[in-house]
């Protein structure tokens, strides 16, 4: 299992290696937000755990001596890429603050 978290750590989710949701964490404050935005940050994470989980196990069947072409037929993703669709998926949600204050 992988867990990911939003930037805030606001909202975080424990998923299976093919990212389904164990266990989702949600800080009252983010309950505000509209439900599409909620559940779009939810399923956003959970690919970022699947994907994360991915490259573990990747990296575990290279320590096994799985060659390179064996691991290129899994389909488990390089560091690159998980590296390339993290930084892609952070600059299209625009992480900016909606807020500089902070409810108590």
Same mark, same amino acid.
């Given at each position: 299992?992988?867990?990911?978290?939003s930037r805030?750590?606001s909202?975080?989710?424990e998923?299976?290696?093919?990212? *389904?949701p164990i266990?989702?964490g949600i800080? &009252?404050?983010?309950?505000? =937000?509209t439900p599409?935005d909620?559940?779009g %940050?939810?399923?956003?994470?959970?690919?970022?755990?699947a994907?994360?989980?991915?490259l573990?196990?990747?990296?575990?069947l290279?320590?096994?001596?799985?060659?390179?072409?064996? *691991?290129a037929l899994t389909g488990?993703p390089? &560091?690159?890429?998980?590296? =390339?669709?993290?930084y892609?998926?952070?600059? %299209?949600?625009?992480?900016?603050?909606?807020?500089?204050l902070?409810s108590?």
């Amino acid at each position: 299992m992988t867990t990911a978290a939003s930037r805030s750590g606001s909202i975080s989710v424990e998923t299976t290696e093919q990212g *389904l949701p164990i266990r989702i964490g949600i800080e &009252p404050d983010q309950l505000r =937000r509209t439900p599409a935005d909620l559940a779009g %940050e939810i399923l956003r994470l959970c690919k970022q755990a699947a994907n994360r989980a991915g490259l573990a196990r990747r990296a575990e069947l290279e320590a096994a001596g799985l060659s390179s072409e064996m *691991l290129a037929l899994t389909g488990l993703p390089k &560091p690159e890429d998980v590296a =390339r669709d993290e930084y892609i998926e952070e600059s %299209e949600h625009g992480y900016e603050p909606q807020s500089w204050l902070r409810s108590i």
